[in-house]
Nanobody, 116 residues
Framework: QVQLVESGGGSVQAGGSLRLSCAASGDTINNYCMGWFRQAAGKQREWVSHINTETTAYTDSVKGRFTASKDKAKNTLYLQMNSQKPEDTAMYYC???????????WGQGTQVTVSS
């Protein structure tokens, strides 16, 4: 089964950029549908993006600002976050699922803080 480790979080001012990475081990990400989620303090976890075999999708609040991608050779998923807003502040998680099932492989998360 796949193990996931996120990195790249940090603090940035509004309008800035960060790139999150999600390094996979134990299996190839090609065998999974991958996603990014986030959870702000006191709020429920929300879906941010998914990148499947042929499609990539985003929640409305990040469309045009965030881009998900994957590097098969590095077995790594990325989330490029541009034009960041304070409301993007959250713990960000990558997740994997067999494409016929639910997300059941999760990383430990990486904190993103955007100041105004």
């Amino acid at each position: 089964q796949v193990q996931l480790v996120e990195s790249g979080g940090g603090s940035v001012q509004a309008g800035g950029s960060l790139r999150l990475s999600c390094a996979a081990s134990g299996d190839t990400i090609n065998n999974y549908c991958m996603g990014w989620f986030r959870q702000a303090a006191g709020k429920q976890r929300e879906w941010v993006s998914h990148i499947n075999t042929e499609t990539t999708a985003y929640t409305d609040s990040v469309k045009g600002r965030f881009t998900a991608s994957k590097d098969k050779a590095k077995n790594t998923l990325y989330l490029q976050m541009n034009s960041q807003k304070p409301e993007d502040t959250a713990m960000y998680y990558c997740a994997a699922r067999r494409c016929w099932g639910q997300y059941n492989y999760w990383g430990q998360g990486t904190q993103v803080t955007v100041s105004s």
